[in-house]
Each structure stands twice: as C-alpha cells, then as structure tokens.
C-alpha cells in the first residue's frame, strides 16, 4: 500500500472536525453486529433478531442496507496475490459497493465498477490506490471546497463509503487516537504540494513531541558521566 501513513495524525485532528460537520452520527453501516450465521447450534434467543432481517433503517435507501454484511477477505488483505485481490473485488466490493453509490445516484453510479474506484487504467490492468484521478481532497483546510460544493458527497463518502470499505478490506476504519486505519486518503490524493506541507508539518510536530517525551532524557543520559 502506498499510503502516506505519516498524514493521518494531522488528518486526524481535521477529521474530527470534518465528522462533526456531519451532523448527528447516526451509525448506519455500522450499528448492525454482523449477524450470526443461521447455524443450527443457534438457540432461539428471544432478544436475537433474525439473522437476515437488516434492521429497518430509517432512510428512504432500502438499496444501502440491502448486501448483506461484509464478513471481510479471508485472509490479511496485504497478503493477497494480486489475482485474489481482483477476484475479491469483482465479487465482494463491487457487490457491496455499488448499491451504495447507486443509492446515492442511480444515474451517476448506473455503470459503477472497478473504474470509478480505480479510473480508466484499471481497463489496462493498473489498480494502484490511491487514484490520483479521483476528486482531490485537501485535508488542511478541512476539506472546505468540498464540504462547499458538495456536502452530500462528503458526508455519503464518511459515513458510508469509507466504513463499508474498511470492512471489505478487513481493516479498521481511520481512528484518530491510533491514528491508523483505512481512510479518505486510501483513495483519494491531496492537491499537489499538500502532501509535502503535511509531511513537514508532521514532522515538526513528531520532533517538538518527542524532544518533549523523551529528549530531556537522552540529554541526561549523555550529560551524565557514569
Ligand atoms: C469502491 C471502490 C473500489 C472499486 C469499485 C474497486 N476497487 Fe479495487 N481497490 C480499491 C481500494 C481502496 C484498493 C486499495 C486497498 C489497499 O490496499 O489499501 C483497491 C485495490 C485493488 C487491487 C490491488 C492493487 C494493488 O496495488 O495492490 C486490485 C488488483 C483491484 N483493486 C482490482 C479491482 C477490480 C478488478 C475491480 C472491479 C472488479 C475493483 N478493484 C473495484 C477500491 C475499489
Ligand atoms: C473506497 C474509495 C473511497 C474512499 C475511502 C473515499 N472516497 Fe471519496 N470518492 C470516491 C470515488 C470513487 C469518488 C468519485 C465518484 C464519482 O466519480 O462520481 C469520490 C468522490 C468524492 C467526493 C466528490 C467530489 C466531487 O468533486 O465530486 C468527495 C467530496 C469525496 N469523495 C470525499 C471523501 C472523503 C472526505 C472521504 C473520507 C471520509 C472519502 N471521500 C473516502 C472513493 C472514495
């Protein structure tokens, strides 16, 4: 993967900002636990819904909730060939994907599939993400033309897009306190010369917390003779 990781710290602090925009957080992917296989051992529990019953979701978008849960890759997502990879999109993430984005716009989204993830070289075999194709995002200014000149697409990509893709992967969605996870970036890229003012900006910020943390240490530690 080649996700500038060393971004997320910073994107962090405005994701919060960007996820407080969103409004209220009514989890919609997230809130169904997957449901337990239909086993047979299961008992009849009275307080466990039926396992296929989606919990009827309030939006009028009966087609986001209609794929069943993701269950993930079956096994780490990283160790895939690049054949499982391509098999695993073709009938996990596009099935799961797409009812999503056509949620979202039946027109637009009428023809989705693996180029409007990976752009017109995924004809050609390319895949790489994130797609420097895809609209550019810029995490310093929280996102602020976007949020602009489209909102819907904002909070459908956070709150849908975003998660359900994380799942698929099998990764944890972007967390600010871990500061990793899969997020906005694994797809989308920053305006050129963003990602080279974040690197510096995270840099500084990684030397004044450590210098604070642990400097005072090492300065001991040579200063004093043993
Ligand atoms: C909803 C968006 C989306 C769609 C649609 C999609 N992909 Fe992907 N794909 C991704 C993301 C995100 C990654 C990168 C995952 C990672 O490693 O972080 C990826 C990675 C890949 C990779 C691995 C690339 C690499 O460099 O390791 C292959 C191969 C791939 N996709 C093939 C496909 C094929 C084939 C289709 C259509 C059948 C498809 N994808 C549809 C989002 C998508
Ligand atoms: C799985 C890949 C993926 C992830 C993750 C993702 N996006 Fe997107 N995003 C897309 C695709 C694909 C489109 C373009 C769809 C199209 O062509 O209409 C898009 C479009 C957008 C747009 C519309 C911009 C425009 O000019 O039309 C915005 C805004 C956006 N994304 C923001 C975000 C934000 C913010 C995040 C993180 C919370 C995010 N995206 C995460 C795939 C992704």
């Known amino acids: 993967m080649t996700i500038p990781r060393f971004i997320y710290p910073t994107i962090a602090v405005l994701a919060a900002g960007v996820f407080a925009a969103c409004g209220g957080a009514k989890p919609m992917t997230e809130s169904p636990p997957p449901p337990p296989p239909p086993a047979e051992s299961a008992p009849p529990a009275e307080s466990a819904p039926p396992a296929e019953s989606a919990p009827p979701a309030e939006s009028a978008a009966p087609a986001a909730s209609e794929a069943a849960p993701s269950e993930g890759p079956p096994k ?24 999503l984005f056509v949620a979202q716009d039946a027109k ?11 752009g017109k070289g995924a004809k050609k075999g390319k895949f790489k993400m ?62 050129p010369g963003i990602a080279a003012k974040m690197k510096k900006a995270m840099a500084k910020k990684a030397k004044a917390e450590k210098e604070e943390k642990g400097g005072d240490k090492d300065k001991d530690d040579k200063g004093k003779k043993k």
């Open 130 to 191: 994130p797609n420097p194709k895809l609209p550019k995002l810029n995490p310093m200014d929280k996102f602020a033309k976007a949020k602009k000149k489209h909102p819907e697409m904002l909070e459908f990509m956070a709150k849908k897009v975003k998660p359900e893709m994380a799942k698929l992967l099998g990764m944890p969605e972007f967390d600010p306190h871990t500061m990793k996870g899969f997020g906005c970036f694994d797809c989308h890229t920053m305006p």
């Open 108 to 118: 637009r989204y009428s023809d989705f599939g693996c180029e409007t993830c990976h």
């Open 76 to 99: 780490p997502w990283d160790d895939m060939s690049t054949d499982e990879k391509k098999a695993y999109m073709k009938h996990e993430v596009v099935p799961h994907m797409k009812p």
